[in-house]
């Protein structure tokens, strides 16, 4: 069994994630701002809504991201304070298409949590969504939602 403050997004089999317009527009532009570099950050919310996020120290890597073992528990033990779930991480790919690598299949230990990848690579940015399935990533849906007023 999880501990509660670790989500389950895809739990219902095919649930929509939905993404907070505010939240998209945020990730959005730290994706850009870290570029070259990759941007990384661990998703935040209820269920399959993704509402808030913790940002990553990027690494100095045009090609990967990685977080040091203090700094990853560190937001864990944040967003556990916060009474949120972890729903996923995003991460930007800063050359290339929004599609997962194969440092991505290796380094991806959370399969219950959604996967999404920032394309930066084109004129304009793509997002991606992913959920590992049978040992890859499959492409799924998601919505943005405007935030409550």
């Known amino acids: 069994m999880l501990p509660d403050w670790m989500g389950e997004p895809f739990a219902s089999k095919d649930n929509k994630l939905l993404l ?5 527009k945020r990730l959005l532009h730290e994706a850009q701002e870290a ?29 990967a991201f990685a977080w040091d073992g203090a700094t990853f528990f560190q937001a864990l033990n944040t967003i556990q304070k916060s009474k949120v779930q972890w729903l996923g991480v995003l991460h930007s790919h800063p050359h290339s298409p929004p599609l997962p690598s194969a440092s991505d299949h290796k380094g991806w230990h959370y399969p219950m949590l959604s996967y999404w990848i920032i394309g930066l690579a084109s004129e304009e940015p793509v997002l991606k969504l992913y959920q590992w399935k049978n040992g890859t990533f499959v492409a799924r849906d998601y919505a943005i939602i405007d935030d409550p007023a």
């Open 35 to 63: 570029f070259p570099y990759e941007y990384s950050a661990l998703l935040t919310g209820c269920e399959s809504a993704v509402t808030d996020y913790i940002s990553m120290p990027h690494s100095f890597d045009k090609h």
């Open 20 to 24: 907070s317009r505010k939240v998209a």
